[in-house]
């Protein structure tokens, strides 16, 4: 059979590479399938020299350091690889990556619109891509499921025999038989007491045989001590008439040394009490510094004195020191001598100074301090139909006016949800409202002021007024040391001026629906 001539360097069908490290691949399967077809039975030296031959001078320099110095000791693939070894950039095992395939997408995602080349290159390059991927991803689960199902024990674990497993075995079934193991109510093999097997080396055998070898040891060692405590107890302690009785020993062989005769052999005598037995106690613990300590001398000078702890805290420290006190305060009867008494009229304040004529509190420097909190002032207006009274706080620092969910539908307002306002708190917090009321009308003696606000579902409040509010009435607020606050405001249509009460705020009443 006449074979065909290699074709040459420059003709249409001979191998080519284009220096790119990505297409040496099909390179070297084009010389390969070249040779194949055009030389009977091609050796190592016909690819490596017909390689160089479809390369151009460059290429050719490049790979000159590849080419063996003896042919007969290499192979066509340690060629290949020494080749690859070139280009350490291009990684033939990984080249592809999970950045490349994210690279691909966020490229293609800015694109507006794409054409339909465009999609088709995105197509082409994404499956290439992801299907690399996942071939190299299941190698990998393959690969650790070979090694842990090498690691895993083939055998029985609890005699470590390959011909049986655990179920089968019957060395446990001889243990479970003689009570040093069981089974629990899952089918897990335990200890006789129920505890689990104790850790360490070996098969479950051999450690149950070795915590048994030291229970026993231990046990043995225990016994021979009691036997020989009780022993001394029941001679020293058994009473006269009772010397030939045998005292009771533990049925175990005695391992360690037994007591000598001289200590046997003690004066046996009843036991004499000098005083009948009490329950009380005969000893008590108490420390040096405990016995200077007087109740009652504590009290006084607790009561006669100014200290910074609160007294609930001292009280609480001493339960004598309570019963002291305790009996300073309780009201006894004393006779009465018919003398005169004077008569004290008992005031109740909030405040543990009071500056009468100003109504400040005073520190102890006596001069005015400010209280510690108050509460906040509210306004109760009155609603056009309706007859019912809300607590309206006023608070310069919001924006809006604020109307809590349930008030809104006892004064039968109408909500507009497409006039919607996110609101921050104090706190950086930000909660959405359910709309805008543009309907309420509130009355103070004549005085009627139409109002827009926020309504709310959850509002800690049940009416908030705000800057809207305070601008169109003129609002002025005149504070008083007591904690009272009047409020002047005026009629923004006849400029009527009226003061207004405030109420201190206080719980919140049950809303009745008004319509």
């Given amino acids: 059979m006449s074979t065909r001539h290699l074709p040459f360097r420059t003709e ?52 000159e350091q590849c080419k063996p110095a003896a042919q007969a000791t290499t ?68 690969t650790r499921q070979e090694q842990r199902a090498d690691t895993f024990p083939r055998g029985c674990i609890f005699c470590g025999d390959h011909g049986h497993f655990i179920r089968e075995c019957p060395a446990s079934t001889e243990y479970i038989s003689a009570g040093r193991c069981r089974r629990n109510t899952m089918g897990q093999i335990i200890m006789g007491d129920g505890s689990p097997i104790p850790n360490g080396t070996g098969t479950m055998q051999e450690r149950i045989d070795r915590h048994a070898t030291i ?23 058994k009473p006269k008439g009772r010397e030939n009785e045998k005292s009771t020993r533990f049925n175990t062989s005695p391992t360690g040394p037994t007591p000598s005769s001289s200590r046997i052999s003690a004066p046996q005598q009843e036991p004499q009490r000098s005083t009948p037995p009490s329950n009380e106690p005969a000893y008590r613990y108490q420390s040096p510094i405990g016995s200077r ?26 339960p004598d020191l309570q019963k002291a006190v305790g009996e300073q305060l309780r009201r006894k009867r004393v006779p009465f001598d018919g003398s005169k008494t004077s008569t004290f009229t008992t005031f109740e304040i909030s405040d543990p100074v009071l500056f009468h004529d100003t109504g400040h509190i005073l520190g102890e420097d006596g001069f005015p301090i400010s209280r510690e909190a108050l509460a906040l002032r509210v306004v ?26 349930d008030i809104c539908d006892a004064l039968g307002l109408s ?17 959405e409202t359910l709309g805008m009321v543009h309907n309420a009308v509130m009355c103070f003696q004549g005085i009627r002021l139409p109002i827009k606000a926020q309504v709310m579902k959850n509002a800690p409040y049940q009416i908030l007024l705000g800057q809207p509010f305070l601008t169109l009435t003129s609002l002025h607020a005149q504070h008083y040391p007591n904690g009272t606050v009047e409020v002047k405001i005026m009629d923004p249509r006849s400029g009527k001026e009226l003061i207004i009460p405030t109420f201190p705020r206080g719980r919140s009443r049950p809303v009745t629906q008004g319509f």
């Avoid at 007087?294 to 007294?311: F, G, H, R, Y």
């Fill in 215 to 237: 229970v026993t040891s231990g046990f043995c060692g225990l016994a021979d001590g009691l036997d020989f405590e009780t022993f001394h107890t029941s001679t020293s302690n």
């Fill in 75 to 142: 192979t066509w693939e340690t060629f290949k690889d020494d080749v690859w070894a070139l280009y350490p950039e291009f990684r033939r095992d990984q080249h592809y990556t999970i950045p490349m395939v994210e690279s691909l997408v966020s490229a293609f995602s800015l694109i507006e619109s794409p054409t339909i080349e465009e999609w088709g290159a995105f197509i082409r390059n994404f499956t290439v891509m992801t299907t690399k991927l996942i071939s190299r991803l299941r190698h990998i689960l393959n």
């Fill in 293 to 318: 300590f007087d109740p009652a001398k504590m009290a006084d000078q607790l009561l006669n004195a100014s200290i910074t702890v609160s007294i609930g805290d001292v009280l609480a420290a001493s």
């Fill in 380 to 405: 109760r207006p009155q609603w056009e139909n309706s007859e019912q009274v809300f607590d309206c706080i006023l608070d310069s620092g919001s924006q809006i006016n604020v109307i809590r969910k």
């Fill in 12 to 63: 249409s069908g001979a191998p080519k590479w284009d220096g790119q490290p990505e297409n040496l691949g099909q390179f070297f399967a084009d010389v390969q399938r070249v040779c194949d077809v055009c030389i009977a039975s091609p050796s190592v030296s016909d690819y490596i020299n017909q390689t160089f031959n479809y390369l151009n001078n460059e290429q050719s320099l490049i790979l």
């Fill in 415 to 431: 909500v507009v949800p497409g006039e919607r306002v996110t609101m921050e708190s104090a706190d950086g917090r930000k909660s």
